[in-house]
């Protein structure tokens, strides 16, 4: 029954879309678009918020929850409708008004309330986005292999990102790093209305909406959602935490883009790994490496270790991440589930800035590695569950 479940799943994923190359780069686009929020985190909340803003912790970390949770909110209402929507058009829309918002925090960012209503509205137009890209990309002919190619430019696009931001924002202040990403966004939008791959409707859609998901499948979205509350909550302050150590903005740029570099390996391999490494094994150990990274480097103090752990922080989340939405992809092969990965990323996302910038307040920012420690074990939990009866399905 497993393995006539698994056929079936590639067979509807492979005939759901008419797959071409600018299709897939389209996708691709998409994803780095929508995903880029969190790629951009330590940017976002320690150099940009409370480096140049001038914001209390709490109140920049408020501002990534009020926008991650909007990017919620758009992703359960649009999930379960993904079989049904007009994909390409209310993709193009979607990042459009993102491109918008974006360009409108400059003028915000002297009112702390205006401020905070844009970031609302920017999340709700990504998670739109966002939930249809990775519906879609859950219906490719290997959703796995589409994942690694996505990550796998969103780690080249992230080095860049990194590299030449905070010098940037430094030099001519916040207002860059918000035009940039506005026009992300823009070339998201772009992508979307030029080469977005279009569906096979009819027949092939009532088949997907017709698939039964498996109660299983909610124990591995918890587990991609605990992973993603606590890499939010220490790589969200990760900057602030090197700062805290005494290291100079220069040599906290330099271990950004250095992990960027480094991540562009394991995820690179997790597209060739897929037939090698057993599903269940990688995202089970996943988060407990990704504890046991978060730990050393807010509990020990030295410029190699504080390199080394968290280029693992990076990198072993996106390895991680593309097994896990392969995984999803095959119990679910309606792509409904993976439509919802902005709901499984952005609630632990939306979650972890937010209890990092008050564990930090009010403890110091040590405390971080201990709240990793019990989220990767709950997270490891959930996946074991999640995949335990589903061995012959995602192996």
Excluded at 165 to 178: A, K, Q, R, S
Aim: aromatic fraction near 8%.
């Amino acid at each position: 029954m497993h393995t006539s479940t698994f056929d079936q799943s590639n067979d509807v994923n492979g005939s759901a879309l008419h797959e071409t190359r600018k299709g897939i780069a389209a996708l691709v686009i998409g994803h780095c678009a929508g995903l880029m929020d969190i790629t951009a985190l330590p940017i976002w909340v320690g150099i940009v918020l409370v480096g140049q803003l001038a914001l209390e912790p709490q109140s920049a970390g408020l501002l990534l929850t009020l926008f991650l949770g909007s990017v919620v909110v758009s992703s359960l209402f649009i999930a379960p409708r993904v079989t049904r929507l007009n994909r390409k058009v209310i993709t193009t829309l979607s990042y459009t008004v993102a491109c918008i918002s974006f360009a409108t925090m400059p003028a915000t960012s002297d009112i702390y309330i205006a401020l905070a209503a844009v970031h609302i509205v920017a999340g709700l137009s990504v998670g739109c986005g966002l939930s249809i890209v990775h519906g879609t990309m859950g219906c490719t002919k290997n959703p796995h292999r589409t994942a690694a190619i996505a990550f796998t430019t969103l780690s080249l696009v992230s080095i860049f990102l990194m590299a030449s931001i905070p010098p940037l924002v430094t030099t001519h202040g916040p207002n860059v790093f918000f035009y940039t990403m506005s026009g992300i966004m823009l070339t998201a939008a772009a992508a979307s209305v030029l080469a977005f791959p279009t569906t096979i409707s009819s027949a092939v859609n009532e088949s997907l909406k017709a698939y039964r998901i498996s109660k299983y499948v909610w124990f591995t979205v918890a587990g991609v959602s605990l992973l993603m509350v606590s890499h939010s909550m220490v790589f969200g302050f990760i900057e602030r935490v090197g700062n805290s150590q005494g290291f100079s903005s220069e040599q906290v740029t330099t271990v950004l883009v250095v992990s960027g570099f480094v991540n562009l390996i394991p995820v690179a391999l997790s597209g060739l790994l897929e037939r090698h490494l057993p599903a269940t094994s990688v995202i089970i150990a996943g988060p407990i490496i990704q504890a046991i990274s978060a730990f050393l480097v807010t509990q020990f103090n030295g410029y190699g270790l504080y390199i080394v752990t968290t280029s693992i922080l990076i990198s072993i989340v996106t390895f991680t991440h593309v097994f896990a939405f392969g995984v999803l992809s095959k119990q679910d092969p309606s792509g409904r589930v993976v439509a919802a990965t902005p709901v499984m990323v952005m609630v632990g996302s939306a979650t972890g800035p937010l209890i990092g910038g008050v564990l930090a307040q009010h403890i110091g920012y040590s405390s971080l590695g201990w709240a990793a420690v019990v989220l990767g074990v709950m997270s490891a939990m959930s996946f074991y569950i999640g995949t335990k009866n589903r061995t012959k399905i995602i192996k």
